[in-house]
């Protein structure tokens, strides 16, 4: 079955997505931002469903071990190393494909709703080295007015982040 990706990253004027094993604007929480990425990956588009997060096994790490797995979500960690998904994740997966097949698995074909992939660095490159064309921003269209997207710059302790969301 063909499913639409979604990715979700939150990301420096530099490129940066993380520090230390951490965000970069660590310690500073951003709660609205924390929101942000919480509403847009656990809203499911139809009732009875859930949404399914994929992750690298750093980002699994880097998530503080109260949070994990990411509430109502199927959390599904991507490792070559691990031999078994580390407690609390729903499903390991050994490679991408392998992640997307467990989708169309009984357990799952009818309660897996829409794909998150929520990164490291390593699933945003292999996305768009094998799933999607080169992200070149012209084959993408900023939009505007989106329902439960806070619209201009937001601030939170200090620090300045605006929300995007692009359609192809
Ligand atoms: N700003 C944001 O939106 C955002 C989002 C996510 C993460 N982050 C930050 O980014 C950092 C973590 O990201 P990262 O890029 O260092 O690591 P990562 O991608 O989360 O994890 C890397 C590990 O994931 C496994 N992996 C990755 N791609 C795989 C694939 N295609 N197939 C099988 N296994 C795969 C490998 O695990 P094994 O070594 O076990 O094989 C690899 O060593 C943290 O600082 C985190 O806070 C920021």
Known sequence: MSRV??????VCPNM??????????HPIRLSNEFKH?????STPSAEGKQNVVIMGRKTWFSIPEKNRPLSGRINIVLSRELKEAPPGA???ASDFSSALRLLDTA?????ADQVW?????????FDCDTFLPEIS???YRLLS???GVAEGMQEEHGVQYSFEVYES
């Open 37 to 41: 990425f919480r509403k847009m990956t």
């Open 5 to 10: 990706l979604n990715a979700i990253v939150a």
């Open 117 to 125: 992939v929520i990164g490291g660095s390593s699933l945003y490159k």
């Open 16 to 25: 940066g997505i993380g520090n230390n094993g951490n965000l970069p604007w």
């Open 90 to 92: 729903h499903h390991l």
């Open 107 to 111: 357990e799952m074909a009818d309660t």
């Open 145 to 147: 007015g989106v329902a």
């Open 137 to 139: 921003m012209d084959k």
